[in-house]
RNA sequence: GUGGCUGUAGCUCAAUCGGUUAGAGCGCCGGACUGUGGCUCCGGAGGUCGGGGGUUCAAGUCCCCUCAGCCACCCCA
């Protein structure tokens, strides 16, 4: 038997990895037209970077070892703190807002699932330096154009938006105690998972004797916010909430005059598990919502300086290859990096070879993808092969060509061919329109 | 980490009540076809039926263990 893969990591043939290709180059381009420069880090990293930030339970789901120089190090299973360190090295000198992203592969030791490997890629954008709400609509907006670049509408994906200020203001104005409102938290992060009576079972014992009888039922209730009418009405009931609405309200505005505001649903029972996250935060999905979160992110002000580094804003997201990767598979928009040869070289002859071989480096030099047949084969044999590689065209060479100085080239989608003389071969290649060229 | 479901060729699947040498389609390799592909026809390779153990005259099929995948929980990237 041979030896398999480690369970939870994967192997790219050669159709898989031009899909990741395919959402790299997504992920870069638009990174790149929003401002943003790339930068990387350490895949291996000392396990303190992550139990500072997260607390000891994190170390039973890294992948973490002792190495030869007896250091606990663990393989990276998120790249903030990493980028935390960078940036707090170098801030004096970092011009501000710092828009930077990263595309790391990240490691967790988690059982895994459908979506959920122990190992991904995933981008990483982050915009440092600047707490405004005009910062976290471009990071939002940004997220949203990725899926419009890879061929994804309203149709297809969604993108969810609340704020933990704006959350936390109404969960207090509900009469919630003000020192339980991470219990209001995970009761509204559980809304679709949980049977409500439990969640309400839940909530009421957090409630002390002579607090307000009603608060739970109101905190279950801004779970059930969606969209901007009904978000007003629950700053009707709870008015005193209504200041910490602004930047969200002033974020929306902004994703509307871009134009993406189809895309936007406000919905405050997005909470996101981590803790750290201070303003607004967002997770984007697919229309059906059949698979897990494409994208989650948000605002952590206080972040890098609990990190030990400098006291900035910042407001970022993380988006996985997997769940990107299945949506496309389903939409079957994933197809379009098919490999075409720009030509497939076919001798008629023996004798032939040599003109063949000149001929193929000589294209090759010139940036166009040739390839020929590595044995002698008939030429109905090479042609098969050439319709199968696929190549654009076939470029035939036997002895009555070479005395011409030319080759006959047969267009493979239309079957017709064309003496082109051989001087001319390469821009004739390089210029056509054969297939979809 | 806990619980449930599923594992047959590269892929999708079939194989009667437990019965003889585990099949098909697609894909792959070759031939029909020695200067013209796709179509067609013919042939071939490819399986330790996920792995191990057990029951039985006989196991792909039944039982146990294990591994892997999927689903839910936990947690979230």
Redesign the pocket.
């Known amino acids: 038997?041979q030896v398999?893969a480690?369970?939870?990591f994967r192997e790219f043939y050669p159709p898989d990895a031009a899909l990741r290709n395919h959402i790299f180059s997504a992920w870069r381009t638009v990174a790149t037209r929003y401002g943003f420069e790339e930068y990387d880090g350490p895949p291996l990293e000392p396990l303190e970077l992550y139990t500072q930030k997260s607390g000891p339970e994190i170390v039973s789901?890294l992948f973490e070892f002792i190495d030869k120089g007896d250091r606990h190090v663990a393989l990276r299973?998120?790249m903030t703190p990493t980028l935390a360190r960078m940036v707090t090295a170098r801030a004096p000198a970092l011009k501000k807002p710092i828009r930077w992203f990263s595309i790391p592969q990240?490691f967790?030791y988690?059982?895994?699932?459908?979506?959920?490997?122990?190992?991904?890629f995933?981008l990483n954008m982050d915009l440092i330096g600047e707490p405004g709400p005009l910062a976290d609509a471009e990071i939002i907006a940004a997220a949203i154009d990725i899926q419009r670049a890879l061929g994804l509408g309203t149709g297809d994906v969604r993108v969810r938006v609340s704020d933990r200020r704006l959350l936390t203001a109404l969960i207090e104005a509900a009469g919630f105690p003000e020192d339980r409102v991470s219990i209001a938290y995970?009761a509204i992060d559980?809304i679709e998972?949980?049977p409500r009576e439990e969640l309400l079972r839940r909530l009421r014992e957090a409630v002390p004797a002579g607090g307000n009888p009603a608060a739970a039922e109101r905190v279950l209730a801004l779970a059930e916010v969606r969209g901007r009418g009904s978000l007003d009405q629950a700053l009707g009931r709870h008015p005193e909430a209504a200041p910490a609405s602004e930047e969200l309200i002033e974020a929306i505005d902004a994703l509307d005059s871009m134009g993406l505001g189809e895309f936007i649903e406000i919905d405050l029972s997005i909470v996101?598990?981590?803790?750290y996250y201070t303003g607004i935060v967002f997770e984007l999905f697919d229309a059906q919502r059949s698979l897990?979160?494409i994208?989650?992110g948000g605002r952590y002000d206080g972040l890098l300086k609990a990190l030990g580094g400098v006291d900035l804003p910042a407001v970022g997201f993380?988006?996985?290859d997997?769940v990107l990767g299945e949506l496309l598979k389903s939409r079957s928009a994933a197809g379009e990096a098919l490999r075409r040869l720009d030509a497939f070289l076919v001798a008629?002859?023996v004798e032939d070879r040599p003109t063949v071989l000149a001929l193929a480096h000589a294209l090759r030099d010139r940036g166009l993808s040739i390839e020929f047949a590595l044995k002698e084969?008939?030429?109905?044999?090479q042609?098969?092969?050439?319709?199968?590689r696929?190549a654009k065209r076939?470029v035939?060479?036997?002895?009555?060509?070479r005395k011409q100085g030319a080759a006959?080239v047969?267009?493979?989608?239309?079957?017709t061919?064309e003496r082109v003389p051989v001087a001319t071969l390469a821009d004739y290649l390089a210029g056509g329109t054969a297939g979809d060229a």
């Open positions: 038997m398999k480690l369970p939870g789901q299973p998120e990240l967790r988690e059982k895994q699932q459908k979506g959920r490997l122990r190992e991904h995933q995970e559980k998972r949980v996101r598990g981590l803790a897990r979160a994208c989650g993380g988006m996985g997997v008629v002859t084969q008939a030429v109905a044999r042609l098969r092969i050439a319709a199968s696929p076939a035939v060479i036997g002895p009555d060509e006959v047969r267009d493979m989608s239309t079957g061919e």
